[in-house]
Nanobody, 119 residues
Framework: QVHLVESGGGLMQAGDSLRLSCAASGRSFDSLGMGWFRQAPGKEREFVASITTDGANYRVLDSVKGRFTISRDNDKSTSYLQMNSLRPEHTAVYYC????????????WGQGTPMPVSS
């Protein structure tokens, strides 16, 4: 079992930058692919970004490319989502996710951290 705890969310203003953190425990962190999803009010949950176990490869949702960056620190068992130039449309609950390297599905989810962005 992997336990994920997000931190760093909160009320933001348009144009702000924010870094979300996700601390993982329960499994060797360098064996886990990590990612982020979000769910905006009234919308379905959607993929935001993911990063491989060694951090060498990553994917980012097209609509936030150049604005959002995913990274990880295997020594700290933590992954990050850096978000710059926030807009109200980025308002959502952001979820940290993890999976074993060989898994196609995201196996573990954090509790989510809300990030409202005001204009």
């Amino acid at each position: 079992q992997v336990h994920l705890v997000e931190s760093g969310g909160g009320l933001m203003q348009a144009g702000d930058s924010l870094r979300l953190s996700c601390a993982a425990s329960g499994r060797s962190f360098d064996s886990l692919g990590m990612g982020w999803f979000r769910q905006a009010p009234g919308k379905e949950r959607e993929f935001v970004a993911s990063i491989t176990t060694d951090g060498a490869n990553y994917r980012v949702l097209d609509s936030v490319k150049g604005r959002f960056t995913i990274s990880r620190d295997n020594d700290k068992s933590t992954s990050y989502l850096q978000m710059n130039s926030l807009r109200p449309e980025h308002t959502a609950v952001y979820y940290c996710v993890a999976k074993e390297k060989v898994s196609k599905a995201w196996q573990w989810w954090g509790q989510g951290t809300p990030m409202p962005v005001s204009s």
